[in-house]
C-alpha cells in the first residue's frame, strides 16, 4: 500500500497551459503539503494544509492553488505554466501531536513537470 | 531567520569508507532536526532526527548528533555501501505549521 501517492508521475506540457497534480494520502494525517524541487535538487515548501484549512503559503505566484476537498487529498493546480514551473513537485503529509508539534513528514514519489 | 548549510557535493567514496556530511543551522528557538535521504527517481525519506540539544539521531548505521554550541547536526556513517549513494537532505523544523526548512542537499556516490 502506497502511504503518499501523486499522479501524475510525469507530466509534459506546453506553455500557458493550465495542469493539475493530485495527491492523496493513506495514513490518516492530519496536515498536507506541496514542495517545489528545482533542477540543482533544491526543496522548498510551496502550501501546507491542515485539516483542510490553509496554514503556509510561501511566496508562491497566484497561477498555483492548492485545493484540499478532504483531509486526504491535496491537489495543486497550474494556471498558465511558464518555462520556470518545470520541477518536481513533492506532496508530503503529517500527524499534529497532541502537544500541537508536528510529527515526521511522509513524502509522495514526486512529479516531474516540464514545461516546453 | 531560519537556514540550513550543507557542504557542497558531490562527494565520492570507496565502499567501506567512512562518511560525513556536514550540516550547520541558523534558527529563532530550538528546532528539532533531520536527515532525510532521496535515492534516485524517488520521494524523500526520513533517516533520522533529534528533537533536543545533544540528542543522537541513528538509523541504518548512520548518526547524527544535534550541537546546540555549534548549531551543527553533521550526519555520520562509519562504513558506506554502494546501496548509500543518495542525495542527503539536513533540514529543521520552524514549528510552524511543520514548515521544514532543507538545505541544498549533498550528493553521495559510493563506487565499489
Known amino acids: 500500500d502506497t502511504a503518499v501517492s501523486q499522479t501524475p508521475k510525469y507530466l509534459v506540457t506546453q506553455m500557458g497551459n493550465d495542469k493539475s497534480i493530485k495527491c492523496e494520502q493513506n495514513l490518516g494525517h492530519d496536515t498536507m503539503y506541496w514542495y517545489k524541487q528545482d533542477s540543482k535538487k533544491f526543496l522548498k515548501i510551496m502550501f501546507s494544509y491542515n485539516n483542510k484549512e490553509l496554514i503556509i503559503n510561501e511566496t508562491v505566484p497566484n497561477r498555483f492553488s492548492p485545493k484540499s476537498p478532504d483531509k486526504a487529498h491535496l491537489n495543486l493546480h497550474i494556471n498558465s505554466l511558464e518555462l520556470g514551473d518545470s520541477a518536481v513537485y513533492f506532496c508530503?503529509?503529517?500527524?499534529?501531536?497532541?502537544?500541537?508539534?508536528?510529527?515526521?513528514?511522509?513524502f509522495g514519489p514526486g512529479t516531474r513537470l516540464t514545461v516546453l | 531567520g531560519n537556514s540550513v548549510t550543507q557542504m557542497e557535493g558531490p562527494v565520492t567514496l570507496s565502499e567501506e569508507a567512512f562518511l560525513t556530511i556536514n550540516c550547520t543551522y541558523t534558527a529563532t528557538g530550538y528546532p528539532s532536526l533531520f536527515w532525510y535521504v532521496q535515492y534516485p527517481g524517488e520521494g524523500l525519506q526520513l533517516l533520522l532526527k533529534?528533537?533536543?540539544?545533544?540528542d543522537k539521531g541513528s538509523n541504518k548505521g548512520f548518526e547524527a548528533t544535534y550541537r546546540k554550541e555549534t548549531t551543527s547536526f553533521h550526519l555520520e556513517k562509519g562504513s558506506v555501501q554502494v546501496s548509500d549513494s543518495a542525495v542527503y537532505f539536513c533540514a529543521l523544523d520552524t514549528r510552524f505549521g511543520g514548515k521544514l526548512i532543507f538545505g541544498q542537499g549533498t550528493e553521495l556516490s559510493v563506487k565499489p
Open positions: 533529534a528533537t533536543k540539544a545533544d
Open positions: 508530503a503529509s503529517s500527524q499534529v501531536t497532541s502537544g500541537g508539534s508536528y510529527n515526521e513528514q511522509f
